[in-house]
C-alpha cells in the first residue's frame, strides 16, 4: 500500500519518457519526465481532488469509467 503506482509513457527504443505516479496514502498524483536520456523535466505534485476537477472530471464520470473497467 505504501509504494506509489506508476504509468510510464515511453515507445521502445526511445530516449524520452514521462511518468505519471500516484501515491494513495497522500492521494497526491506526480508528473516527472526526461528526454535526450538524462534530461530531467522538472516535476510537480498535485492532489488527486485538484486533478480531477480541474480536469473537469466529476464523480459520475470516474463511476461510468471505472464500472466499464470490471
Known sequence: ???PREIRFTHPYSNSGIVIEFTRRSQ???VYGWYD???GIESTTI???DFLTNLGITAAMCEKA???AE
Request: positive net charge; charged residues 15%.
Open 37 to 39: 536520456s538524462c534530461v
Open 47 to 49: 492532489s488527486l481532488a
Open 1 to 3: 500500500m505504501g509504494q
Open 66 to 68: 471505472l464500472k466499464g
Open 28 to 30: 497526491k498524483i506526480s
